[in-house]
């Protein structure tokens, strides 16, 4: 059973003068639901393009991309913004909180585009801060929080909207080794709670020991 | 799609609050064209009423018709007799009538002041219906009989004349015929010359010493009728009455009409500077939302990447600019609403209909028009915001 299927992809970025350039070649990947696979490589070996694929916010030059067995290419804007924001939850390497909110409403953001209840979403809001620790400060601002507390928090928003997928690129990679281990701890326990299936992009290869498969990837392709 | 609506409300105004003195900035920038326009407007307004009300007062409204009557050994009877004649022409038409005679020329004293450019006109107080003076001080003609003539003077005879107080000595004619007036009360007529309204009730003893220098004329108004109507219903009762030779003629004296091109001239040209104030503040606007656009990007994408479609990020985008010109709009409101009285009490009209306020109208045209300006300015940033692709999130 796949929930995230992809067939021969291929991402190809234009240089302009009729240059272009290969990030991604004949890319097939199978993502069973529940799981958590880490794809593993160095810098520009394509790992963030391809999480950028996988969570919809870029589309393949060629090949296809199924999601629960939908080719992707079929569907229209619209409808895939919105399985962008159902299906997907995001946690980058540099937090991308909005400094200008506080964490309750950093964490609320994605439900503003779900068509919630005020009280609603400040409830989930609060519910997703308090699984990562974090109930107490939800009225601070990112700038009065430390990296590991500003990633818990991204994490909280990447749950709060109970997606299929998290998708983290690289979660780690601002933080230092002891806060990244708790960071990676709160991640994986909170996805195998809630049966949240997670793609992982890492360089580290201690932090992809701990997801079910590792996928290898070598200058745009699958090495293993 | 009200909730979403509400949501894309909720993302704008936290954009609002992100950046507070930009959007101040931006904000003053739209007030100061709205509130050029809301003055404009208001102050554009009240000049024109000004102008209206001063032309009513002088002529009459439309449509208003002089009906000068030949010269005849007995003019004030005639005079009478003729607006009773007259009045039949606009009876069904909620019209009205009102005699005059114009004698200019008379030698008035005023307290020992020979006033040589005071004009002299006779009349009953229906001229009230026709040209609504406002009432500075006392009371307006009766026209019950008295033993001696009330008179009613404008503003320009009360200010230029040495009227004493209570009841005023006024002397008319020669020395050996004087005829004392009482003044009951001063108007404003709109003009600029010095006059006194004399009421015909109380006249009759005195009306002779005017002698051929008086003109008489009928005033007839007709709120409905046309000036080719009027003139015709006015024409037939002259024929029907069998004393048409007793008219000298028959003209349209209201002069509204002749204002409308200078109206309409003035309007233009202060639409023409309110445009411009806010093309200023749209254009203000269109550059700080594309100078701000790129360190937004990141936050753009990430909007995008919780769900949001691009037609959402664009309704974002123009309902902050559309938040920052209803505070704008809101604010150049209270100012006007202030600013524009006071300025108009400094250089308006002396004696006003009515206390000087912002017309509503003009709060909603700069309502409107801050909004329009500020979609204006919007609009090609929202577009730019929009296509913002969403994987750059990925490389923050």
């Keep these: ?224 | 799609m009200m909730r979403r609506f509400g949501e894309s409300l909720a993302i704008a105004w936290q954009g609002v609050r992100r950046r507070p003195l930009r959007n101040l900035l931006t904000a003053f920038s739209l007030l100061v064209g709205v509130l050029a326009v809301m003055l404009i407007q208001g102050g554009g307004g009240a000049v024109r009423d000004a102008i209206v009300r001063d032309s009513v007062l002088q002529s009459g409204s439309a449509t208003t018709l002089q009906v000068s009557l030949t010269p005849q050994p007995d003019r004030l009877a005639n005079l009478t007799e003729w607006k009773g004649l007259l009045s039949r022409a606009t009876a069904d038409q909620q019209g009205r009538t009102a005699g005059m005679l114009v004698a200019d020329g008379v030698t008035v004293q005023v307290g020992g002041v020979i006033a040589t450019d005071l004009s002299v006109r006779l009349t009953d107080p229906d001229l009230r219906e026709l040209r609504p003076f406002p009432l500075v001080r006392g009371s307006w003609l009766t026209g019950d009989p008295t033993v001696a003539p009330v008179a009613v003077a404008n503003t320009v005879a009360w200010e230029r004349l040495p009227w004493s107080a209570g009841d005023a000595a006024l002397v008319i004619g020669t020395s050996r015929q004087p005829v004392r007036l009482r003044l009951a009360g001063v108007v404003y007529d709109g003009g600029d010359l010095p006059t006194i309204y004399v009421d015909l009730a109380g006249s009759g003893r005195w009306a002779a010493v005017l002698h051929d220098q008086a003109i008489a004329s009928v005033y007839v108004h007709s709120p409905t009728l046309g000036e080719s109507a009027l003139t015709q219903r006015v024409r037939t009762v002259m024929t029907v009455s069998g004393r048409a030779d007793e008219v000298g003629g028959v003209q349209r004296v209201d002069r509204l009409d002749q204002y409308a091109d200078q109206l309409a001239t003035t309007q233009r040209v202060f639409l023409a500077i309110a445009a411009l104030s806010l093309l200023v503040g749209s254009v203000g606007i269109l550059n700080i939302g594309l100078a701000t656009l790129r360190e937004r990007s990141d936050e753009l994408s990430l909007r995008r990447s919780f769900g949001a479609t691009s037609p959402e990020v664009a309704r974002i985008m123009i309902l902050e600019s559309q938040i920052v010109a209803v505070a704008a709009a809101v604010v150049a409101m209270v100012i006007a609403a202030v600013v524009l009285p006071a300025a108009l009490r400094a250089a308006g009209p002396e004696y006003p209909l009515g206390p000087p306020t912002l017309p509503v109208t003009a709060m909603v045209t700069g309502l409107l028009v801050s909004c329009g300006a500020a979609l204006a300015g919007a609009l090609a940033p929202a577009i730019r915001a929009a296509r913002v692709p969403i994987a750059s999130i990925m490389r923050v």
Aim: hydrophobic share 35%.
């Design chain 1, 1 to 224: 059973m796949t929930l995230l299927r992809l067939v021969d992809v291929t991402k190809q970025v234009s240089l302009g003068r009729n240059r272009e350039l290969s990030i991604l070649r004949g890319v097939n990947l199978d993502v069973p639901p529940g799981t958590s696979t880490a794809l593993l490589g160095r810098s520009g070996s394509g790992k963030s393009t391809l999480l950028a694929i996988l969570g919809l916010l870029d589309r393949p030059t060629t090949g296809r991309y199924e999601i629960d067995g939908e080719d992707t290419s079929r569907i229209g804007g619209t409808r895939l913004a919105r399985m962008r924001g159902e299906w997907f939850g995001f946690v980058y390497q540099r937090f991308c909180l909005l400094n200008h909110l506080s964490a309750q409403e950093n964490v609320e953001a994605p439900l503003l585009h779900r068509g919630l209840g005020r009280r609603t979403r400040r409830a989930r809001a609060r519910e997703a801060l308090d699984l990562v620790g974090l109930g107490d400060r939800r009225d601070h601002r990112p700038g009065q929080l430390s990296g590991g507390e500003q990633q818990r928090v991204a994490i909280a928003r990447a749950l709060v909207g109970q997606p299929r997928v998290l998708l983290a690129d690289e979660p780690t990679g601002s933080l230092d080794q002891d806060t990244g281990a708790t960071v990676m701890t709160t991640l994986y326990d909170l996805t195998k709670a809630q049966g949240v299936t997670l793609v992982l992009v890492t360089h580290d290869p201690v932090i992809a020991q701990r997801c079910d498969r590792i996928v290898h990837l070598d200058r745009g392709t699958v090495a293993a």
